[in-house]
């Protein structure tokens, strides 16, 4: 179906579209991103773009630079050979560290046994993707490889069962939920974000899965409860209803690196509810620390220490391993250097069973 089609469908279904902004104690970060986002749908000429999923404010996180088909046929000959040649020159080392670490992120991926899991879901195959880097039988990029990793994990730890209820609180595009869904394919999948990345995650889903049933946010309030939708059904709940499933308990919730990036208040929203609470099975991946002193990254105050429950549920805790050794090029203190991110991430998944 047509990208204007999609959008118009979703905004006709979801009453309080433009609505984000006036959320309370919004941070910075996600007001500038929803502010954008509705500058992107103002002009109707960005939708058939095809780039719901690698815009402005948020991306792919991209791949190191290749000449492939599949670059020529999205970005033309005569660019990608000379920005392949302009990387090649004038940011070569930034490249050879990015290479490092895509290789280092494929590995860990296969030694957690994900290596079907990489070739049954190659990235260039899927929806609006612009970067991909093609090796070993499939193709992959930076964002791609964190859902690849993450689906192998809930596969790994049996987060899901074949009929589960999975709650994922900020799914951007939906690229966890469609490759999760090939695996789980009567999981109930229930996406909450922001109206914007909520229609980006329809679009997407969509294209892949036209056949699954697609509850919309106008749509939510016809079921008694998440456990009574249809299973295999992809839903659609903005933040701003969050209140509506706030006391439910479900199989399976995730949040992947948007709690650290919210303020104090927002966070509790979703921490102190019974649906985090008191879930079978909790997975997150976030920030030891929001804003460490000598980098203040996110408008947060959050660290490790506000994640940790009752330490007999957690069933496993590490460092997130993925793009863990990236080094990039950015400015502290007014010098520019090759550096890692100011504050690493965490990986912890809480069990709330009886042992």
């Not at 280092?104 to 195959?125: A, T, Y």
């Not at 859902?147 to 939906?174: A, E, R």
């Not at 496993?316 to 991430?345: Q, W």
């Amino acid at each position: 179906m047509d990208i204007k089609i999609l959008i118009q469908n979703f905004i006709n279904h979801a009453p309080e579209f433009y609505l984000d902004l006036k959320l309370n104690d919004l941070d910075n970060k996600h007001t500038v991103i929803v502010k954008d986002a509705y500058d992107f749908l103002k002009d109707e000429a960005n939708y058939n773009k095809n780039n719901f999923r690698d815009w402005s404010a948020q991306s792919d996180q991209g791949a190191p630079m290749q000449i492939s088909h599949f670059n020529i046929s999205k970005h033309g000959f005569l660019h990608t050979f000379l920005k392949f040649l302009y990387v090649k020159v004038f940011y070569r080392t930034t490249e050879r560290h990015l290479l490092t670490s895509f290789m280092d992120d494929i590995s860990i991926i296969k030694s957690i046994g994900g290596e079907n899991i990489l070739k049954e879901n190659p990235v260039h195959s899927s929806p609006g993707s612009s970067s991909a880097y093609f090796i070993e039988g499939t193709s992959v990029n930076f964002r791609w490889l964190r859902y690849l990793y993450s689906t192998q994990q809930i596969i790994n730890h049996n987060l899901l069962q074949k009929t589960s209820v999975w709650v994922d609180v900020g799914s951007y595009y939906g690229g966890l939920q469609s490759i999760a869904h090939k695996y789980f394919p009567k999981t109930t999948t229930v996406m909450v974000d922001f109206h914007h990345q909520l229609c980006r995650s329809y679009i997407f889903l969509s294209k892949i899965y036209p056949q699954a049933e697609h509850i919309l946010p106008d749509q939510v309030s016809n079921y008694k409860s998440l456990k009574s939708m249809p299973k295999g059904s992809f839903v659609y709940l903005p933040v701003s209803d969050y209140y509506k499933i706030a006391n439910q308990k479900v199989d399976l919730v995730t949040n992947l690196f948007s709690l650290g990036e919210m303020r104090r208040e927002f966070y509790s929203v979703y921490m102190d509810s019974i649906l985090f609470k008191e879930s079978k099975n909790v997975y997150l991946i976030n920030r030891v620390m929001s804003s460490p002193f000598f980098e203040k990254t996110y408008d947060s105050d959050i660290s490790i220490i506000d994640y940790i429950p009752n330490k007999e549920k957690i069933d496993y805790f590490d460092i997130f391993p993925m793009a863990h050794y990236n080094l990039v090029k950015r400015e502290l203190y007014g010098r520019i250097g090759m550096r890692n991110t100011s504050s690493s991430y965490f990986e912890m998944i809480v069990s709330n069973q009886k042992k």
